[in-house]
């Protein structure tokens, strides 16, 4: 199970200081390239993205206190998730793929869309029960299966429906990259089908009431 990896500034600061040494650059133009290195396009962007990221923790610490206040919507994305994006140059389509962890969730993604990004850890003491694991008997539980998830909050006086999460997430999340999500949600812990499954549900639904005709199917 891939991990988010979240950067270092003491180890940007320390890999701008050898560029330095071995390019005879500026300190600043340094740590330009430091940044860039790893993704960002400048130390301006990544410096202000952990500041962004370390306020959000600190709220985070804080509703993580007084849970029963928040109701959770939890949207769940494979872990190796790849973003397809076409581009039309000079009449021909141009196909490249992006790590969904790497250049969106790493780069700020979930608080870019009003959620936050659920660590490892947490989703360890969350000890959610996977797809299918009532059915079987077995204690199957999310994160042993290679998911990463972010989550949106609102008031717990205002619970989450199927029916506002799937609007919000088609909204927020299904505009920026598309249907990559799973086609399940969690609302305030529970497993739900969201309206991907349900859509499978409908046409399959379709397939079993066409009628069988074996002169027509023939057999």
């Not at 969350?126 to 042993?144: I, V």
Request: with cysteine; net charge neutral; aromatic share 10%.
């Amino acid at each position: 199970m891939t991990t988010t990896i979240r950067p270092s500034l003491s180890k940007v600061k320390a890999r701008a200081k050898a560029l330095k040494k071995e390019n005879q650059i500026p300190h600043m133009k340094a740590l330009e390239l430091a940044a860039q290195e790893l993704g960002y396009p400048s130390y301006h962007a990544l410096d202000t993205y952990l500041k962004r990221l370390n306020k959000n923790q600190s709220d985070i610490a804080r509703k993580t206190l007084i849970p029963k206040l928040q109701s959770s919507l939890l949207v769940v994305f494979n872990d190796d998730l790849e973003i397809r994006n076409y581009k039309d140059i000079n009449g021909e389509i141009i196909t490249t793929k992006e790590n969904f962890q790497t250049e969106y969730l790493n780069k700020g993604f979930a608080e870019q869309i009003g959620a936050r990004l659920v660590n490892a850890e947490e989703l360890k003491q969350l000890r959610l029960l996977a797809p299918g694991s009532m059915e079987t008997g077995d204690r199957d539980y999310l994160h042993e299966w290679g998911y990463v998830c972010i989550e949106f909050l609102r008031a717990k006086d205002n619970p989450w429906t199927i029916e506002d999460a799937d609007k919000l997430v088609m909204e927020k999340v299904g505009k920026a990259i598309g249907r990559n999500y799973r086609e399940f949600f969690y609302l305030d812990g529970k497993l739900v089908e969201n309206h991907i499954s349900k859509e499978w549900h409908a046409k399959w639904d379709s397939y079993n009431d066409v009628d069988y005709h074996p002169a027509i199917d023939g057999y």
